[in-house]
């Protein structure tokens, strides 16, 4: 579909230079003048990667015919207010394009909706829920039950909290097993493919579900069928009950990855997750196992903590080793968030542990806590430090 594009598709000697381009926290998306100018800074500064939100509290940021059909609406309705309608996507792939940095589409919701959104309301048969028949979940209630947490997981925990704190309003999450939430997210991903000339596709680690779900009916139906009447283990953290929904989203997964390659075999499918332990025994998600089989062609792993070893202990955990072993591994670096400013030492002292530990990259958490008023140095002292990280183009 797509005509070679002046940066590569990465490969285990090209560094990946990346960020995250939001819809939330930041305004880039919303200002008329906000893309241009963001990806010229990137380029000057020698990034190469941008993972701009195509997906995001059950809203597409970019006019989608599927949106239309299932949600009433073909795109988020601030873009409509606040740049006039347009197709925002089309002006990022442009930039990308002439500033010679990849464009990867991040679908940073995956299966993740806002309990209130006209998506649910819609569609409320596509929700799973707990045993008790709740479906709304806070964050911090669902991982302190999952883990007997040191003070560095205390530490992620907090920071994770504090992004998450973005979001408005309670969360549920659509059934990965159903049929139709997948056509639904398989759709807005041709969508995407077909329609731009991008250089892949991310998922990351909301396309997955919480371990404490999968209680709804469709989902106990099917597990029925296949275990002799048996309903699903009272344990949610049951072995067998946990394996059996891991492998019905893997099998998504590659259903995922062959759709891709039918359409553009030159997109390549990226993912986001969290350290492989966190992202199966909380969500369900077995990305060590979608590497393996060859699904995932660019992985960013998300290390986002404080501390410098706790850090540098999960960039030597044997799941990123052995990912690195067949594809490029990038590590995520959080830059800051609106409760809590990072400094650039500690955004340095991650990158050269990155570098140390011969990982292929970095990706930063996200475009407007790189340089700006939220951040603990000037604007123009955190551009100056970020040349300095990426002397080389």
Wanted: a neutral charge; hydrophobic letters at 40%.
């Amino acid at each position: 579909m797509s005509s070679p594009r002046s940066v590569p598709i990465a490969n285990q000697s090209t560094e990946v230079r990346g960020v995250w381009l939001t819809n939330v926290g930041s305004g880039v998306l919303f200002a008329p003048w906000g893309v241009e100018r963001a990806l010229n800074q990137l380029a000057r500064l020698n990034f190469n990667t941008v993972y701009p939100v195509v997906w995001n509290r059950g809203h597409t940021f970019y006019p989608s015919a599927t949106a239309q059909r299932i949600i009433g609406r073909s795109q988020d309705p601030w873009l409509n207010t606040l740049r006039l309608g347009g197709d925002v996507l089309s002006t990022i792939v442009k930039q990308g394009n002439r500033q010679g940095l990849r464009v990867i589409p991040w679908f940073e919701y995956g299966f993740m909706a806002p309990a209130q959104s006209t998506l649910v309301y819609r569609h409320p048969e596509w929700l799973t829920q707990r045993q008790n028949g709740t479906k709304t979940l806070e964050l911090h209630e669902h991982e302190q039950t999952l883990l007997t947490p040191t003070q560095n997981q205390l530490d992620q925990q907090q920071l994770r909290r504090e992004i998450y704190s973005r979001l408005v309003g309670d969360r549920v999450w659509l059934n990965p097993l159903h049929p139709e939430v997948q056509q639904f997210l398989l759709d807005l991903i041709t969508e995407v493919v077909t329609q731009y000339d991008i250089d892949g596709i991310q998922l990351d680690d909301h396309f997955g579900f919480p371990v404490e779900f999968g209680y709804d009916p469709y989902t106990v139906n099917l597990y029925q069928q296949e275990h002799n009447g048996a309903k699903p283990p009272n344990d949610p953290l049951n072995a067998e009950w946990m394996q059996w929904r891991a492998n019905r989203l893997t099998a998504f997964m590659g259903r995922i990855f062959e759709t891709v390659k039918a359409l553009d075999p030159n997109c390549i499918v990226s993912l986001s997750p969290n350290p492989q332990a966190f992202s199966y025994h909380a969500y369900l998600q077995d990305w060590q196992t979608w590497v393996n089989r060859g699904w995932v062609e660019e992985l960013v792993v998300q290390v986002y903590r404080n501390d410098l070893s706790s850090f540098q202990a999960v960039l030597a955990q044997p799941s990123i080793r052995a990912a690195q072993q067949r594809i490029p591994v990038a590590i995520a670096i959080l830059t800051g968030s609106w409760r809590r400013p990072i400094t650039f030492r500690q955004i340095r002292q991650q990158v050269e542990a990155v570098r140390k530990a011969d990982l292929n990259g970095v990706s930063f958490f996200y475009w407007e806590t790189l340089w700006s008023y939220l951040t603990p140095e000037s604007p123009k002292e955190r551009r100056a430090n970020f040349q300095t990280l990426f002397a080389k183009p």
